[in-house]
């Protein structure tokens, strides 16, 4: 055999040893955590897409599955709608319900429209302030990055339990596996809230208005500076439809403080009708 064949192919077979040896050492130096960590990313990802496509795809992203699990809140909350609070700076999403959202109508007994989602965050606003302050034990995260939480009064008493027995929101089957499902048995009964006429599910009623899918970005009753300026009116101090001079304040009011609903009694969404 020729003699440089043979040393050619003697230094091609070490060189593919040497490389396989350097492969080898290079992943035995990858710690482990990380190829773990690697997997269980790529893992989920698909689990998510394989159930996008049947629409009941939990939310599954990289905070849930390597973040460090946020101890429980508590304090005094602002109410930004009827399944969302603020604690603290933090934004806390109730787990397994879904109120209507501000912007949302409702029709009551008479077939009449009323405001139904900022009736949900009056609602809530009220039983939170019977018992402070509030306690939220993480769940998980969501796309918005809001903490999803399960949360109680100082009573113990569930908030989202409440809200759904009250008929102020919906047990939401896709992520509390129908925990609610007997509280909002007995709203429907009994025809509390929502239930005395008719509505759109939250979820059905986002997904018409793609426009209102983000979350609100101010508690209930917080009004910026600028908007307030613009209008010369101000939720402080308080008042009732005798202290107000015109329409156009009175739906100021209504729409941008927490104790504006007080105005509109029969809740058509119109303040103050005397002066409407």
Not at 114 to 122: E, K, V
Not at 209 to 216: I, R
Request: aromatic fraction near 10%; charge should be positive.
């Amino acid at each position: 055999m020729d003699r440089s064949r043979h040393d050619n192919r003697s230094d091609h077979w070490r060189k593919r040893i040497g490389a396989r040896r350097r492969r080898a050492t290079l992943l035995a130096s990858v710690p482990k955590r990380l190829v773990f960590v690697t997997v269980a990313v790529f893992a989920a990802l698909i689990a998510q897409f394989a159930m996008q496509h049947r629409g009941d795809a939990p939310e599954i992203n990289l905070p849930n599955l390597v973040g460090p699990r946020p101890a429980p809140i508590t304090g005094i909350a602002s109410v930004i709608d009827g399944d969302t609070i603020e604690i603290h700076e933090q934004r806390i999403r109730f787990n397994g319900i879904d109120a209507p959202e501000s912007r949302q109508y409702c029709e009551d007994a008479k077939g009449f429209e009323y405001p139904c989602g900022r009736r949900s965050a009056d609602a809530l606003d009220s039983f939170l302030a019977a018992s402070r302050p509030v306690r939220c034990t993480f769940v998980e995260w969501d796309r918005y990055h809001r903490f999803v939480g399960d949360c109680r009064r100082a009573d113990r008493a569930s908030v989202a339990a409440w809200m759904v027995e009250h008929g102020q929101a919906l047990d939401w089957p896709r992520y509390s596996h129908s925990a609610y499902a007997p509280q909002q048995a007995k709203a429907e009964v009994a025809k509390f809230g929502l239930w005395v006429g008719k509505f759109e599910a939250p979820w059905d009623w986002r997904a018409s208005h793609a426009d209102a899918a983000a979350p609100a970005k101010q508690p209930l009753g917080i009004v910026s500076r600028k908007l307030a300026a613009q209008s010369g009116y101000s939720c402080e101090p308080r008042r009732t439809c005798k202290q107000i001079s015109s329409c156009d304040e009175a739906q100021w009011y209504l729409q941008n403080c927490s104790w504006g609903g007080k105005l509109d009694r029969d809740g058509d969404g119109v303040a103050c009708e005397t002066l409407c």
